[in-house]
């Protein structure tokens, strides 16, 4: 059975710096691309960052290139998310999101796999 456990959320200032991580099980975590998604209130959800843990290709948001660094421990089958100098327009629930795939999907769509969410909350 596919698992993903997100934790690392949390309340900071506008600023700060978070890390989420992505523990992943049942699956041959090499082969498939996790995913970072979030959802503010109100609207859609949307694509964050992407890995693919085979070949380590990534995809960033324009709105987090740079303040963002998404990386794989395939030894411990855990994708990180670090999110610095966040932003008030960063506070969404994020969700962590597996799919088989040769690249960095990013489209909900594609996703089969999804864990809990985490609150992530920046104030200004």
């Known amino acids: 059975e596919v698992q993903l456990q997100a934790s690392g959320g949390g309340s900071v200032q506008a600023g700060g710096s978070l890390r989420l991580s992505c523990a992943a099980s049942g699956f041959v975590f090499d082969d498939y691309a996790i995913g970072w998604f979030r959802q503010a209130p109100g609207k859609g959800r949307e694509a964050v960052s992407v890995i693919n843990v085979g070949d380590y290709s990534t995809y960033y948001a324009d709105a987090v290139k740079g303040r963002f660094t998404i990386s794989s421990d395939n030894a411990r089958n855990t994708v990180y998310l670090q999110m610095n100098s966040l932003k008030p327009e960063d506070t969404a629930v994020y969700y962590c999101?597996?799919?088989?795939?040769?690249?960095?999907?990013?489209?909900?769509?594609?996703?089969?796999?999804w864990g809990q969410g985490t609150q992530v909350t920046v104030s200004s």
């Open positions: 999101a597996a799919t088989w795939s040769l690249v960095a999907p990013t489209p909900v769509w594609e996703y089969k796999h």
